[in-house]
C-alpha cells in the first residue's frame, strides 16, 4: 500500500517538496521558443504515485505570485541551477493549470531542450510544489491536493501523466472518421468517453439543432461552446 506523499519528493536542498510529471506535447512549439499547454490536469490519478489535484489547487499560490509580479520559474529537470526560460502567464480553468511560456534560445540548455522537444526525444513536464492541504482516500489509497505552493514548472525527460499536452490547433487536421472526432474530443478537448462519443456522433450542427427542445444534454453544449472558443 502507498503511503500518503508518496508524490515525486524532490531532492535535497530544494525549496519545494514534491514534484509530479506531466505528459508534454511539444508539436505547438513555436520557432521562437514560445509555447502553451496545461501544467496539471485536474482529477486525473497519477497511478506511480496515487496522487491527483482537486480544480483550485494551485489558486491561492498564483494569487500570491500576481500580487508579488513574479511566476514560478521554468527549469531544466528540477535543476535550479538551469533557468531556462520564463513563464508569462498561468491559470487555471476546468480542465487545470493551463501556463504559456517561452524559451530563452540564448541559453545553452534552453536551446537544446527546444530542439529535444521538437525531435520528440522529451516529452514530459513537471511541476515542483510544496503541498499546503490533501485529503487523504484509505479506501482506494489515493491522495488528492487541495492546495499546493507552486515553485517551478520544469522541462524533463520522463512523464508520468498522459492527460497534459501543449495546445495544439494543428491536431484538428488529422480528424477524417468520427472515430478521429472522438479521440480528438477526448485527448485535446479534455471530454470524457460519453461526452466525446454523444458529440462526435451527433456533431454540432446536431447539437445547435437540439439546443432549445433539450435533447442535448447541457452540459454538452457548455463544453462545445468552450471548444469553439478555444479553437477561434
Aim: with cysteine; glycine share 8%; hydrophobic share 40%.
Amino acid at each position: 500500500m502507498r503511503v500518503p506523499y508518496l508524490s515525486t519528493r524532490s531532492g535535497a536542498g530544494k525549496p519545494w517538496t514534491r514534484e509530479c510529471n506531466l505528459r508534454f506535447d511539444c508539436r505547438s512549439i513555436a520557432d521562437d521558443g514560445t509555447f502553451e499547454g496545461y501544467a496539471s490536469v485536474f482529477g486525473v490519478l497519477e497511478t506511480s504515485y496515487g496522487t491527483q489535484f482537486a480544480p483550485g489547487a494551485f489558486s491561492a499560490s498564483l494569487a500570491a505570485s500576481k500580487s508579488a509580479g513574479t511566476m514560478p520559474k521554468m527549469l531544466w529537470q528540477h535543476d535550479w541551477t538551469q533557468p531556462i526560460g520564463v513563464y508569462t502567464e498561468m491559470s487555471e480553468d476546468k480542465r487545470g493549470l493551463l501556463v504559456q511560456g517561452q524559451l530563452i534560445l540564448s541559453v545553452p540548455q534552453a536551446k537544446a531542450a527546444y530542439d529535444l522537444l521538437r525531435a520528440k526525444a522529451i516529452d514530459g513536464l513537471s511541476v515542483g510544489f510544496i503541498i499546503n492541504s490533501y485529503e487523504y482516500d484509505a479506501n482506494d489509497d489515493v491522495m488528492t491536493i487541495t492546495e499546493a505552493d507552486l515553485w517551478e514548472v520544469s522541462i524533463v525527460t520522463f512523464a508520468a501523466n498522459p492527460e497534459a499536452r501543449v495546445g495544439n490547433v494543428r491536431n484538428a487536421e488529422n480528424i477524417r472518421t468520427e472515430r478521429d472526432f472522438e479521440r480528438f474530443l477526448r485527448e485535446e478537448g479534455g471530454f470524457s468517453n460519453n461526452r466525446a462519443k454523444a458529440i462526435a456522433s451527433r456533431g454540432f450542427r446536431a447539437a445547435d439543432a437540439h439546443r432549445d427542445d433539450g435533447a442535448l444534454d447541457s452540459g454538452i453544449l457548455e463544453d462545445l461552446e468552450a471548444l469553439r472558443q478555444t479553437f477561434s
